[in-house]
């Protein structure tokens, strides 16, 4: 009976003791005993506490001292950071630096290129200096014989130069015939001077004796144009028969011009064609002028009537029947 009597006791009692540790473990914050007997820290767990419990006094110390110190005082008295502007101004600068990079490498690329492209230039400027030399002497030579440099003094064409020489021995040949159709009045002379357009070189004047002055061809009157015309016409044909290895002009052609002649004048022009007939060569003379017919042996006439033209030979073969064409 006493024995059961301390049983009960001592569970009564450790009942109670029960109920205190529950007890003392919710007021330290444990849902149970067990979770407290858990939490329990040993002695080394002890120290690391309290070694992290003084880490973070000392921090605590030095965050407090600094935010006594004026300046950070002052900060925590500014507006509130703008963080989401501010982040988007630094992704618009992160932006701006990329494109500035970008543009940078490819200003350096275009400079490499640029140092590239000088340097060939200075090498094709150093290669071209004898080609432009050659192409200036070339040009002033060109432009000498063109007749458009001004060391041309008498803006003469190479062309021109050339057949100058060869207009000299053409008026000379002509005079010798002028001479004589106009009873030795006038003489061909070649002409230097500048014609209407600034230039020279094919120039001819007459030499009148009459006056003893030189004068353009264009003061001529009609029948003396047509005269010297004709004069050098036979003039060319005879210095075109003086070439080495030149063609004989055996025939010459002759169309109007003769009713501009006086009596005199035309005597002293078919003299001149008849001692080219006397030379071997042909005459043929194109005219309406009805004093040729008496002047000119060997004719042939051209009739007009109702039926249509014929041709008609009179002369050297004289009473020949007319043949239509």
């Given at each position: 009976v006493e024995a059961v009597r301390a049983v009960e006791d001592s569970a009564e009692r450790l009942k109670e003791a029960d109920g205190?540790?529950?007890?003392?473990?919710?007021?330290?914050?444990?849902?149970?005993?067990?979770?407290?007997?858990?939490?329990?820290?040993?002695?080394?767990?002890?120290?690391?506490i309290q070694h992290r419990l003084d880490e973070w006094q000392h921090q605590r110390a030095t965050v407090t001292a600094r935010l006594a110190e004026p300046e950070t005082a002052a900060a925590g008295l500014a507006a509130p950071a703008r963080t989401e502007e501010a982040a988007a101004e630094a992704a618009a600068a992160e932006r701006a630096l990329r494109?500035?990079?970008?543009?940078?490498?490819?200003?350096?690329?275009?400079?490499?290129?640029?140092?590239?492209?000088?340097?060939?230039?200075?090498?094709?400027?150093?290669?071209?200096g004898p080609l432009r030399e050659e192409y200036e002497r070339?040009?002033?030579?060109?432009?000498?014989?063109?007749?458009?440099?001004?060391?041309?003094?008498?803006?003469?064409r190479l062309e021109s130069y050339v057949l100058a020489a060869r207009l000299e021995q053409v008026a000379a040949a002509a005079t010798a015939r002028l001479q004589r159709m106009s009873g030795g009045r006038y003489t061909l002379v070649h002409s230097?001077?500048?014609?209407?357009?600034?230039?020279?070189?094919?120039?001819?004047?007459?030499?009148?004796?009459?006056?003893?002055?030189?004068?353009d061809t264009a003061t001529l009157s009609g029948g003396e144009t047509f005269f010297a015309s004709l004069a050098l016409a036979l003039g060319l044909a005879d210095v075109v028969t003086d070439e080495a290895g030149g063609v004989r002009l055996d025939t010459l052609f002759i169309d109007e011009g003769f009713g501009s002649l006086d009596d005199q004048t035309l005597d002293?022009?078919?003299?001149?064609?008849?001692?080219?007939?006397?030379?071997?060569?042909?005459?043929?003379?194109?005219?309406?002028?009805?004093?040729?017919?008496?002047?000119?042996?060997?004719?042939?006439?051209?009739?007009?009537?109702?039926?249509?033209?014929?041709?008609?030979?009179?002369?050297?073969?004289?009473?020949?029947?007319?043949q239509t064409p």
């Amino acid at each position: 009976v006493e024995a059961v009597r301390a049983v009960e006791d001592s569970a009564e009692r450790l009942k109670e003791a029960d109920g205190r540790l529950s007890e003392a473990a919710f007021r330290a914050g444990f849902d149970t005993p067990a979770a407290a007997s858990a939490a329990l820290i040993d002695e080394r767990g002890q120290r690391d506490i309290q070694h992290r419990l003084d880490e973070w006094q000392h921090q605590r110390a030095t965050v407090t001292a600094r935010l006594a110190e004026p300046e950070t005082a002052a900060a925590g008295l500014a507006a509130p950071a703008r963080t989401e502007e501010a982040a988007a101004e630094a992704a618009a600068a992160e932006r701006a630096l990329r494109d500035a990079a970008s543009a940078l490498s490819a200003a350096r690329a275009r400079c490499a290129e640029l140092r590239e492209l000088s340097g060939r230039a200075t090498e094709e400027t150093r290669r071209i200096g004898p080609l432009r030399e050659e192409y200036e002497r070339v040009a002033r030579l060109a432009g000498l014989t063109a007749g458009t440099s001004a060391d041309n003094e008498r803006k003469m064409r190479l062309e021109s130069y050339v057949l100058a020489a060869r207009l000299e021995q053409v008026a000379a040949a002509a005079t010798a015939r002028l001479q004589r159709m106009s009873g030795g009045r006038y003489t061909l002379v070649h002409s230097d001077v500048r014609g209407g357009r600034g230039r020279s070189g094919l120039g001819l004047h007459v030499v009148d004796a009459w006056t003893g002055r030189e004068r353009d061809t264009a003061t001529l009157s009609g029948g003396e144009t047509f005269f010297a015309s004709l004069a050098l016409a036979l003039g060319l044909a005879d210095v075109v028969t003086d070439e080495a290895g030149g063609v004989r002009l055996d025939t010459l052609f002759i169309d109007e011009g003769f009713g501009s002649l006086d009596d005199q004048t035309l005597d002293e022009v078919l003299d001149v064609l008849d001692s080219l007939r006397e030379r071997d060569r042909s005459v043929g003379i194109v005219s309406h002028v009805g004093d040729l017919r008496r002047r000119i042996p060997a004719q042939l006439e051209v009739v007009k009537d109702r039926a249509g033209s014929s041709v008609r030979l009179r002369g050297l073969a004289a009473g020949a029947p007319p043949q239509t064409p």
